[in-house]
């Protein structure tokens, strides 16, 4: 069965760096699209970054210039790199796949921005 799992979140100060990762399972991951949302408090979950299976991305306008997703298809993770975070940037971040006319969630990892 599709399984994602996310790592790499924290605390960090704000302007500071983290990289999460997702690794995925239980599909071809280099057929399909990856993406990255977030769920900041009292908000909806938004979507953050999506890279295609060829590797064009798009952003979120609140980071583009800040962030970078990536991807590894010899190990089907995904990653995103993110730079001069801000307070802002507080959020549960999850990765999500579309396969097979169904969505599939991570169970999320937490980022901390501490001003």
């Known amino acids: 069965q599709v399984q994602l799992v996310e790592s790499g979140g924290g605390l960090v100060q704000a302007g500071g760096s983290l990289r999460l990762s997702c690794a995925a399972s239980?599909?071809?991951?280099?057929?399909?699209?990856m993406r990255w949302y977030r769920q900041c408090p009292g908000k909806q979950r938004e979507l953050v970054a999506v890279?295609?299976?060829?590797?064009?991305?798009n952003y979120a306008d609140s980071v583009k210039g800040r962030f970078t997703i990536s991807r590894d298809n010899a190990k089907s993770t995904v990653y995103l790199q993110m730079n001069s975070l801000k307070p802002e940037d507080t959020a549960v971040y999850y990765c999500?796949?579309?396969?097979?006319?169904?969505?599939?969630w991570g169970q999320g990892t937490q980022v901390t921005v501490s001003s």
């Open positions: 999500n796949v579309r396969y097979a006319s169904r969505i599939y």
């Open positions: 239980g599909f071809t991951f280099s057929n399909e699209a």
């Open positions: 890279i295609s299976s060829g590797g064009n991305t």
